[in-house]
């Protein structure tokens, strides 16, 4: 089955500041790659995904590259506020959803 | 927020008890999968259901079975629960499958404490 590691556990950074996780995954027939935020107590929400037949894509201040041939892909989030506070997953499927481990970020005001 | 309603929202029981979770998915969506979030980690596979047949299974022991009815709404049961099955039970909906992935719609969750 699919395996994905993802890194930083937690990561903190000025507002404003740049913020990058990463992810990598193991089985090639991945193809679907969303990225979700939970905030505490509340249900995972989809912020931003890319298939297997793009390299980036980006929606305002988020951005999510993927790199096929090394198996991983980012999320990067640009000029962060206070409110992108919350834990992060990246996922992969070919069919069900395969979670990483989480990333909780923190946007220090 | 998505159009995918669980119930009940939270939920107590003992251990050796039984518990069923209900998930409605989004209106269109055929397909219905179910998480289980323990605190401080990540959500994991338990099981798919596609057209009311089951479509894919976790790591997860026999304990756990679900059921989808005609109308694409969802059961989880488990059986004989254990302290560790204390989790946030998470449904997700999604428009197709077999055809490749697409994006799940989460609902609320269930969140389940066995004492």
């Known amino acids: 089955g699919e395996n994905v590691e993802q890194h930083p556990s937690t990561l903190s950074v000025q507002e404003g500041d740049s913020a990058v996780i990463k992810c990598t995954y193991s089985?090639?027939?991945?193809?679907?790659f969303p990225w979700y935020k939970q905030e505490l107590g509340k249900r995972p929400q989809l912020i931003i995904d890319?298939?297997?037949?793009?390299g980036e894509k980006k929606d305002q201040r988020i951005a999510v590259t993927l790199n096929k041939t090394a198996k991983h892909f980012s999320l990067h989030i640009t000029e962060t506020q206070p409110e992108d506070s919350a834990v992060y997953f990246c996922?992969?499927?070919?069919?069900?959803?395969?979670f990483g481990t989480g990333t909780k970020l923190q946007v220090i005001p | 927020e998505t159009g995918v309603t669980q119930s009940p929202t939270h939920l107590i029981k003992t251990r050796g008890q039984q518990v069923t979770l209900r998930c409605s998915s989004q209106?269109?969506?055929?397909?219905v999968s179910w998480y289980q979030q323990a605190l401080g980690q990540g959500p994991q596979f338990i099981f798919q259901?596609?057209?009311?047949?089951?479509?894919g299974r976790g790591n997860f022991p026999p304990r756990f079975s679900g059921l989808q009815f005609p109308n694409y709404s969802s059961e989880l049961n488990v059986n004989a629960l254990e302290l560790d099955d204390s989790a946030l039970y998470l449904c997700?909906?999604?428009?197709?499958?077999?055809?490749?992935?697409?994006?799940?719609?989460f609902g609320p969750g269930t969140r389940l404490t066995v004492l």
């Open positions: 997700a909906s999604s428009p197709a499958s077999g055809g490749g992935p697409n994006e799940q719609f």
């Open positions: 089985d090639s027939a991945s193809n679907y």
């Open positions: 890319i298939r297997s037949n793009v």
């Open positions: 996922a992969a499927l070919p069919r069900e959803v395969t």
């Open positions: 209106s269109g969506h055929n397909t």
């Open positions: 259901y596609y057209r009311e047949e089951e479509n």
